[in-house]
């Protein structure tokens, strides 16, 4: 950013600083917890221009549908719907989760909280198996989805954002272009694919939904979901969400737009931000 007087504040300071720094006044500070968020594998930073003065790649737009109510508390890493409720994974030290509610009314109907050493990030669910990732602590967690007990744990080698599963493969992010697939008992990873539009990589893909052969990515700190072709990895659509934070004056970095669900009833996929008063159910406009 330029023309800044604000110091940056880097990550790992508004981590530890939990819920209550991340409701301080931080607009503008993103480039800083990008830099000290730094992938692996080198990618080109995606910009607002980038993806809307751009015609390769259709840009489509959304229509609300329903609105439901989302814990303010929720710092929003993992999201996914099963047999209607959603089950939410959440970050910051002391503040992580693993959550099941019920959209209707926000009503909590199972609650674990991670001990304060992990921050939780990605969450998928599996032949019965609930999978969390955290982010740097090198450990990944299993529960079981129908008594929501932990059943175990295992190792995992790189930063944990977001998960997901297509059937056969647990998928997961790490904050580059690259996204592995997995095998779901050992974590074997079996192939990578590394996400790309026109232009060349694109990284900080977080929070991930696959769903009947799209595989759906919040890039971290923007309001696009890219819609990835998960064969290759080229990205073959996006979904711009701008306008749908309900309070862009307070809702700024850290508490960007992240989580996308699907509602296998409807279709229609599900999507909130970190601490947003709100998960809505959207209509993608094709472009
Ligand atoms: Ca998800």
Redesign the pocket.
């Known amino acids: 950013m330029t023309g800044s007087s604000i110091q940056p504040i880097g990550r790992r300071r508004l981590l530890q600083a939990g819920l209550a720094g991340a409701v301080l006044p931080l607009a503008g500070r993103a480039e800083a917890g990008q830099a000290e968020r730094a992938p692996f594998h080198a990618h080109v930073e995606l910009t607002r221009r980038r993806v809307l003065d751009q015609h390769a790649i259709p840009v489509h737009g959304y229509k609300v549908t329903k609105r439901f109510p989302h814990a303010r508390s929720s710092y929003t890493e ?3 719907m099963v047999d209607g409720a959603i089950i939410e994974g959440t970050g910051l030290y002391g503040h992580s989760r693993l959550l099941r509610w019920d959209p209707a009314s926000g009503r909590v109907l199972d609650h674990i909280a991670l001990e304060e050493r992990y921050f939780g990030e990605g969450v998928t669910v599996l032949d019965g198996v609930i999978h969390q990732l955290t982010y740097i602590e090198n450990v990944r967690f299993t529960y079981d989805v129908k008594s929501f007990t932990r059943t175990g744990e295992g190792r995992f080698e790189s930063q944990g954002w977001g998960m ?1 599963q297509d059937g056969k493969s647990i998928i997961t992010s790490n904050g580059s272009s690259g996204i592995c697939f997995r095998n779901p008992t050992t974590f074997a990873i079996e192939r990578i694919i590394y996400v790309a539009d026109e232009v060349g990589p694109v990284g900080f893909l977080n ?3 696959y769903d009947n052969g799209t595989l759906y990515a919040n890039v971290w700190q923007t309001h696009f979901i890219a819609e990835i072709d998960p064969a290759s990895g080229r990205i073959v659509g996006w979904i711009n969400l701008e306008g749908l934070n309900p309070d862009p004056k307070q809702l700024v970095f850290p508490l960007v737009l992240n ?3 699907v509602d296998s009833r409807s279709g229609r996929l599900l999507v909130t931000g970190k601490c947003w008063p709100h998960l809505y159910e959207i209509e993608v406009l094709r472009a």
């Open positions: 993992g999201l996914v997901t929070e991930l939904e989580g996308i669900a």
